[in-house]
Nanobody, 118 residues
Framework: QVQLVESGGGLVQPGGSLRLSCAASGATFSSLTMSWHRQAPGKERELVATIHAVGGSPDYADSVKGRFTISRDNAKNTVYLQMNSLKPEDTAVYYC???????????WGQGTQVTVSS
């Protein structure tokens, strides 16, 4: 079972930036496909970005394309989400998730709150 711990959330003004981190343990990190999801109050959870284990370009939700960047450091067993030009509608709890191979994301972190407000 993969353990995931997110960090880096907080309060930021509109137009600002934050970088979320997710540290993984309990599996060979380089073999995992990693993703970030978010859930705002009263809304369904949304897949924000995915970075694959090997090759390919990251995938992004249309709502964050051009503003968010997902990256990974396999030496540190960590995946990042750089969020720029933040908007109030980006306010949500952000979750890191992992999967090995195809299928659903089966391992989840506890989430970190991001609030975009003036």
């Amino acid at each position: 079972q993969v353990q995931l711990v997110e960090s880096g959330g907080g309060l930021v003004q509109p137009g600002g930036s934050l970088r979320l981190s997710c540290a993984a343990s309990g599996a060979t990190f380089s073999s995992l496909t990693m993703s970030w999801h978010r859930q705002a109050p009263g809304k369904e959870r949304e897949l924000v970005a995915t970075i694959h284990a090997v090759g390919g370009s990251p995938d992004y939700a249309d709502s964050v394309k051009g503003r968010f960047t997902i990256s990974r450091d396999n030496a540190k067993n960590t995946v990042y989400l750089q969020m720029n030009s933040l908007k109030p509608e980006d306010t949500a709890v952000y979750y890191c998730a992992a999967r090995s191979g195809l299928g659903p994301f089966g391992s989840w972190g506890q989430g970190t709150q991001v609030t975009v407000s003036s």
